[in-house]
């Protein structure tokens, strides 16, 4: 068992989970309280076996209509135990802090895991209750987390960026024993509200004042540590690969003319030929080696990513204009699709199964189904499988809500499969904008054609909700610091392209902003036109819209920590202009 808190800041922030991580107990401890015993009588014969939101409960395992693919459950330490014994001398996990590496191999971070479970048991932590880690990617946030399964608690993933009353409202709920913090920071956060935390017994920091490091970062200079890494697989969030798009056509832009020349010959051809791949073609064009010696390698090299083999996204989905750019650089970003309460990962993409916008097919043993579909087969996506998470920690009204009882995960998500049962993503059910006139409004595909007929915008956002028509918050690419993951005021080299080709001289979002740059406004006036002609109904145009001040970040509060547009909060943020786009309504 384990608890996690899901990747948007919502009100599931404060909502732990009970999560099988494919692994399920197969026996409850013994000494099951008596109210226990009571609610899990009560959800086994209300016929809703599949969940529980009691910390001690029993769950029915989801068994497939095939006695060969029905596995027999297994706990997580017997999972690290057994990886322990098979690959003892290999190299299991790696960090790097400063300068200096710290690389484990699999015995190594068994027993690593073990002494952390001791340590936890040592300083008062009881039978399920919280080990709460709160801190940026590192070997000691995976290895508290399963110390903490080991030794019986419940592993609780907190963010980074969470306010301590947050904190506070997770570690209540997991009754939580010990709090495992990186930084001064995060210990701050914990000093303000453990005066009421009844449970708390210990702060564990492991690791010294990091001044430079700033939360949800994940990575300082992150290029340099890909080329000294040379990793295989490579998972990043859509901040990542904007950075390393814009250093890509950096580069391109610095480089002569001739050398533009042959990049442009080969991104082509790279083009063509994966579009040709993904429909099953196997035959390549006798350039095409070429082209990769040329320009495919270099920029690899360039990215760190020369002995990469599969690259992959995670949280919001990447607009087609920079899936098609690391397509050209035959470089295929895979998309994940996946929930906390599926631990992480439902369906992903592969090389011999990859279309454009589409997150995959489901993993083996799992199944998908998609309901109240639409004219255009859009429809509620549902989820099945032993990946499933057991509940929401004491909460049963929300559990019940999100698992049927057949097992079946609603996720709220919008989607549809196609005729070779690739998923794709068509936004949340919760983001529909319905209109004054009634009509409802799915804002995402309609946000993915500006983002794809604009290349200057980064994110565009409809708000409508209630209102006669639907506008525009646009946000324009702007560069990144790589050291905080803050927005910056100059425009990323892209955009400043996009802006020469238009023959305009803006280089600041401030030179454009308040309609100071005539050309760029027109530039996305005539865009907004061209989205609205593929509108189905009048309701589905884009009627006014705006280029607010800072691109948004997770900093700022916009996005969650995957990148992932946080509607609510950017409502409340940019309440002032939403509104002056209503004050004088059009005819």
Same mark, same amino acid.
């Given at each position: 068992m384990g608890t996690t808190n899901p990747e948007e800041q919502d009100l599931r922030t404060t909502r732990p989970l009970l999560?099988?991580?494919?692994?399920?107990?197969?026996? %409850?401890? @013994?000494?099951? !309280?008596? #109210? =226990?015993?009571?609610?899990?009588? +009560? /959800?086994?014969?209300?016929?809703?076996?599949?969940?529980?939101?009691?910390?001690?409960?029993?769950?029915?395992?989801?068994?497939?209509?095939?006695?060969?693919?029905?596995?027999?459950?297994?706990?997580?330490?017997?999972?690290?135990?057994?990886?322990?014994?098979?690959?003892?001398?290999?190299?299991?996990?790696?960090?790097?802090?400063?300068?200096?590496?710290?690389?484990?191999?699999?015995?190594?971070?068994?027993?690593?895991?073990?002494?952390?479970?001791?340590?936890?048991?040592?300083?008062?932590?009881?039978?399920?209750?919280?080990?709460?880690?709160?801190?940026?990617?590192?070997?000691?946030?995976?290895?508290?987390?399963?110390?903490?399964?080991?030794?019986?608690?419940?592993?609780?993933? %907190?963010? @980074?960026?969470? !306010?301590? #009353? =947050?904190?506070?409202?997770?570690? +209540? /709920?997991?009754?939580?024993?010990?709090?495992?913090?990186?930084?001064?920071?995060?210990?701050?956060?914990?000093?303000?509200?453990?005066g009421y935390l009844k449970h708390l017994k210990a702060i564990i920091q492991y690791r010294e004042d990091i001044q430079e490091v700033q939360p949800n970062l994940y990575s300082g200079f992150l290029m340099e540590l890909l080329r000294e890494v040379q990793p295989t697989t490579f998972c990043g969030i859509p901040w990542v690969w904007d950075h390393m798009l814009d250093s890509l056509k950096t580069k391109h832009l610095d480089s002569t003319a001739f050398r533009r020349r042959?990049?442009?010959?080969?991104?082509?051809?790279?083009?063509?030929?994966?579009?040709?791949?993904?429909?099953?073609?196997?035959?390549?064009?006798?350039?095409?080696?070429?082209?990769?010696?040329?320009?495919?390698?270099?920029?690899?090299?360039?990215?760190?990513?020369?002995?990469?083999?599969?690259?992959?996204?995670?949280?919001?989905?990447?607009?087609?204009?920079?899936?098609?750019?690391?397509?050209?650089?035959?470089?295929?970003?895979?998309?994940?699709?996946?929930?906390?309460?599926?631990?992480?990962?439902?369906?992903?993409?592969?090389?011999?199964?990859?279309?454009?916008?589409?997150?995959?097919?489901?993993?083996?043993?799992?199944?998908?189904?998609?309901?109240?579909?639409?004219?255009?087969?859009?429809?509620?996506?549902?989820?099945?499988?032993?990946?499933?998470?057991?509940?929401?920690?004491?909460?049963?009204?929300?559990?019940?809500?999100?698992?049927?009882?057949?097992?079946?995960?609603?996720?709220?998500?919008?989607?549809?499969?196609?005729?070779d049962k690739f998923l794709y993503i068509m936004g949340k059910a919760k983001d529909l904008i319905t209109l004054s006139s009634g009509e409802k409004v799915n804002p995402y595909p309609i946000e993915e054609r500006v983002r794809t007929r604009i290349p200057i915008v980064h994110y565009a956002m409809l708000v409508g909700q209630d209102f006669p028509y639907l506008c525009a918050l646009l946000t324009l690419k702007c560069q990144i610091n790589p050291e905080t993951g803050e927005t910056r005021g100059n425009l990323t080299s892209e955009a400043v392209a996009c802006c020469r080709k238009l023959r305009s001289q803006s280089t600041w979002l401030s030179d454009v902003l308040y309609d100071r740059d005539p050309i760029v406004t027109q530039f996305i006036n005539q865009g907004i036109e061209d989205v609205n002609s593929e509108a189905p109904t009048v309701g589905a145009k884009i009627i006014k819209w705006v280029i607010l001040d800072n691109d948004f970040s997770v900093d700022g509060g916009e996005l969650g920590p995957m990148s992932k547009m946080n509607r609510s909060a950017v409502v409340k943020i940019y309440q002032e202009e939403i509104q002056k786009l209503y004050e004088n309504p059009t005819s």
């Open positions: 999560k099988t991580k494919a692994i399920l107990r197969s026996k %409850i401890h @013994s000494t099951i !309280s008596k #109210k =226990a015993r009571a609610e899990n009588l +009560e /959800t086994m014969t209300s016929g809703t076996r599949y969940w529980t939101s009691n910390r001690e409960g029993q769950v029915q395992l989801r068994m497939g209509k095939n006695p060969l693919e029905n596995e027999p459950p297994v706990t997580v330490p017997d999972l690290i135990m057994s990886a322990a014994t098979k690959y003892s001398h290999y190299l299991a996990i790696g960090s790097k802090y400063k300068k200096s590496w710290q690389v484990l191999t699999y015995i190594e971070y068994y027993e690593a895991c073990r002494r952390a479970a001791k340590a936890f048991l040592k300083v008062g932590l009881e039978r399920f209750h919280g080990v709460g880690i709160m801190g940026i990617n590192s070997s000691e946030w995976v290895i508290a987390s399963i110390g903490a399964i080991m030794a019986g608690g419940i592993s609780v993933g %907190i963010l @980074s960026s969470n !306010s301590p #009353k =947050a904190c506070q409202v997770i570690a +209540e /709920t997991s009754e939580m024993d010990i709090f495992v913090v990186d930084n001064d920071r995060q210990l701050q956060k914990v000093n303000q509200i453990q042959i990049d442009r010959w080969a991104m082509r051809m790279g083009l063509s030929t994966n579009k040709r791949r993904m429909m099953g073609e196997i035959h390549q064009p006798l350039c095409f080696g070429l082209a990769k010696r040329l320009t495919f390698e270099p920029a690899r090299k360039f990215l760190g990513l020369n002995h990469c083999e599969q690259f992959l996204n995670v949280g919001m989905g990447l607009p087609t204009s920079t899936l098609d750019f690391f397509l050209s650089m035959n470089i295929p970003i895979m998309e994940v699709y996946g929930l906390p309460e599926c631990t992480g990962v439902h369906t992903v993409s592969n090389l011999q199964a990859y279309r454009i916008r589409s997150c995959g097919k489901e993993l083996p043993k799992t199944h998908t189904k998609v309901e109240k579909e639409n004219q255009n087969g859009v429809g509620n996506l549902c989820l099945w499988g032993r990946h499933i998470f057991m509940g929401y920690l004491r909460d049963k009204q929300n559990t019940e809500n999100k698992v049927d009882t057949h097992g079946w995960l609603h996720t709220n998500d919008l989607g549809f499969l196609d005729f």
